[in-house]
């Protein structure tokens, strides 16, 4: 016998004790929690993923910045002309590129 049954014969022999179902105000909150929760998870896997590319790119940005979601982070991820044609990194492009988000 499984659970389920064993649980519904019990309840038709009126053994179990009604279940507690908070007021409609509480299951809202909860829900709202719950959604923040998850939402908050799938921000800090984006942002692992983020870093993660990034390091397969060769580029240790996390280790320069705190944060790479940050207006400076981002600052440097999308400026292109910091790059030369060689394929290397133009230091005082980025640079300056950190300066100006910064402002």
Not at 18 to 26: G, L, M, N, T, W
Not at 59 to 69: E, F, P, R, Y
Request: glycine share 2%; hydrophobic share 45%.
């Amino acid at each position: 016998m499984q659970d389920c049954q064993w649980l519904q014969r019990l309840h038709t022999y009126g053994l179990l004790a009604a279940a507690f179902r908070p007021p409609e105000q509480i299951c809202v909150l909860r829900s709202y929690l719950r959604q923040r929760a998850m939402l908050v998870t799938y921000a800090s896997q984006h942002i692992q993923h983020m870093q993660k590319a990034l390091t397969q790119m060769n580029l240790k940005l996390q280790h320069v910045v705190s944060d790479v979601t940050s207006v400076t982070g981002v600052a440097i991820i999308i400026s292109p002309y910091a790059v030369t044609q060689t394929g290397s990194v133009n230091v005082r492009k980025v640079e300056s590129a950190a300066c100006r988000a910064l402002r």
